[in-house]
């Protein structure tokens, strides 16, 4: 979807390292979220937020947080990258709370050396 | 909790040929519905989504679906397989917890061959 872009595409880090990637969006919407993507497991939420300052933990939070201070940005950090966290890391965003259809960014391959 | 099973993680067709790719979903209310295909290095594309109107549903690129209710089901199919249909396919369902997050299946790619 043309309206959500992230930032960077790809990036290789070491273990140890805090790494943050980016997501914005340019269509006002209010909810947006963070998945994973590993093989066989299609894809796993990993935060969301509901609107600024807004956020909370989805079901596989635990070495990521997230920080929306604008409506159009949202951040996913790993304060301290691992091996188990190399994957594809897919944004997306909906409307509002009555709509059901998410749109998603091009992805950022993340890999963690 | 909502949960999401595609039959078949690699599907082969011939070009022409019919596409079906199977989705059962497990839903304590009743569900939205969505599929959504990804191509190599690119991020989901939304196919098509059932919200509890018409059962059989209209996609993009010749795409539909039927929802099931007594089946559990929502199968994607396409009745002539083009070369630029292969890709890998999700079926997703929207979870009323985690602000409506999708849940989705394991994915099912598509080949397509000549």
């Known amino acids: 979807d043309?309206?959500?872009?992230?930032?960077?595409?790809?990036?290789?880090?070491?273990?140890?390292?805090?790494?943050?990637?980016?997501?914005?969006?340019?269509?006002n919407h209010r909810y947006m979220y963070w998945y994973?993507?590993?093989?066989?497991?299609g894809l796993r939420l990993i935060h969301y937020s509901y609107g600024v300052k807004d956020t909370d933990k989805g079901e596989v939070s635990d070495g990521y947080s997230v920080s929306r201070s604008k409506t159009e940005d949202f951040l996913l950090t790993l304060e301290s990258a691992t091996s188990s966290q190399?994957?594809?890391?897919?944004?997306?965003?909906?409307?509002?709370?009555?709509?059901?259809?998410?749109?998603?960014?091009?992805?950022?391959?993340?890999?963690?050396? | 909790a909502q949960s999401v099973t595609q039959l078949g993680s690699h599907v082969s067709v011939s070009e022409g040929a019919l596409v079906l790719l199977r989705c059962?979903?497990?839903?304590?209310?009743?569900?939205?519905?969505?599929?959504?295909?990804?191509?190599?290095?690119?991020?989901?594309?939304?196919?098509?989504?059932?919200?509890?109107?018409?059962?059989?549903?209209?996609?993009?690129?010749?795409?539909?679906?039927?929802?099931?209710?007594?089946?559990?089901?929502?199968?994607?199919?396409?009745?002539?397989?083009?070369?630029?249909?292969a890709a890998e396919y999700f079926c997703a369902v929207s979870d009323r917890e985690y602000g409506n997050k999708l849940v989705f299946g394991a994915g099912t790619i598509l080949r397509v061959k000549s």
């Open chain 1, 86 to 113: 190399t994957s594809v890391y897919f944004c997306a965003m909906k409307p509002g709370q009555d709509t059901y259809e998410q749109y998603f960014g091009p992805g950022t391959r993340l890999t963690v050396t």
């Open chain 1, 36 to 41: 994973r993507q590993d093989p066989g497991h």
């Open chain 2, 24 to 85: 059962n979903y497990s839903s304590s209310v009743p569900p939205y519905l969505f599929w959504y295909v990804q191509y190599p290095n690119q991020g989901l594309q939304l196919l098509l989504k059932y919200t509890s109107a018409a059962t059989l549903v209209k996609g993009i690129n010749g795409f539909e679906a039927e929802f099931k209710k007594s089946e559990t089901s929502f199968h994607l199919t396409k009745p002539s397989a083009h070369m630029s249909d």
């Open chain 1, 2 to 27: 043309a309206g959500i872009t992230q930032s960077p595409r790809h990036k290789v880090t070491e273990t140890g390292t805090p790494v943050t990637l980016r997501c914005h969006q340019t269509e």
